[in-house]
């Protein structure tokens, strides 16, 4: 099976980290550099959303098969952006991950990638607190529909596109052995939230 398409969500306004977060040093590099190798690990075309007038992110070495979209409205919310997203990328499957997301892994993302099937529209990952929104594995073209419609009907929350899309879970017994600590679950809101080892 090839391997998935790579949506990288980077279009926030960061507005309780009070700075732009994504490119925050984390360990000498951007913040938005960890889940981005997890992607370029594990994915075929990569697309980074961004903000309409944001200025392209810094990307590192080997990043030749990464490009970046624009949201069409600023700070529309990650909804929008995963349109935005879908609209750019090549293969029938892609992984959602946002970029304030560090501890995802190319590990955990294969795994799901690994659940790709033609009967099945999305793959997330199920923990104490239910079904989580990402990262997500969509069917492009089911999720790219979905998500036009319920942006046309004023929606602008990313679970709606993933739970409409009726997703598989995979509980902590699945995605375990890719991620035994649930490193994915740490995301960045504020700037105690990063990862102070590595400060």
């Keep these: 099976m090839s391997r998935p398409s790579g949506i990288l969500l980077a279009g926030g306004a960061?507005?309780?980290?009070?700075r732009p977060k994504v490119v925050e040093p984390v360990d000498g590099a951007p913040l938005f550099h960890r889940p981005l190798r997890a992607l370029l690990d594990s994915c075929d075309d990569i697309v980074i959303v961004l903000a309409?007038?944001?200025?392209?992110?810094?990307?590192?070495?080997?990043?030749?098969?990464?490009?970046?979209?624009r949201d069409r409205v600023a700070y529309e919310g990650p909804l929008a952006g995963a349109r935005?997203?879908?609209?750019?990328?090549?293969?029938?499957?892609?992984?959602?991950?946002?970029?304030?997301?560090?501890?995802?892994?190319?590990?955990?993302?294969?795994?799901?990638a690994g659940r790709?099937?033609?009967?099945?529209k999305a793959t997330v990952l199920i923990d104490a607190g239910g079904?989580?929104?990402?990262?997500?594995?969509?069917?492009?073209?089911?999720?790219?529909?979905?998500?036009?419609?319920l942006l046309e009907g004023g929606e602008r929350r990313l679970r709606a596109l993933i739970e409409g899309l009726e997703p598989e879970g995979?509980?902590?017994?699945?995605?375990?052995?890719?991620?035994?600590?649930?490193?994915?679950r740490r995301d960045v809101d504020l700037p105690e939230d990063?990862?102070?080892?590595?400060?």
């Excluded at 293969?91 to 993302?109: F, I, K, Q, T, Y």
């Excluded at 790709?116 to 099945?120: L, M, S």
């Design 170 to 184: 995979l509980p902590e017994a699945a995605w375990s052995s890719a991620d035994p600590v649930g490193a994915w």
């Design 14 to 18: 960061s507005r309780r980290f009070g």
């Design 84 to 112: 935005a997203g879908l609209e750019r990328v090549r293969r029938d499957h892609a992984v959602l991950v946002a970029a304030d997301m560090p501890g995802v892994s190319a590990e955990l993302l294969g795994l799901m």
């Design 52 to 69: 309409p007038d944001a200025p392209d992110l810094p990307l590192p070495d080997g990043a030749d098969r990464v490009s970046f979209a």
């Design 131 to 149: 079904r989580r929104p990402l990262p997500a594995l969509v069917a492009v073209a089911p999720a790219l529909a979905l998500a036009r419609t």
């Design 116 to 120: 790709a099937g033609p009967d099945r």
């Design 194 to 199: 990063v990862p102070t080892e590595r400060r």
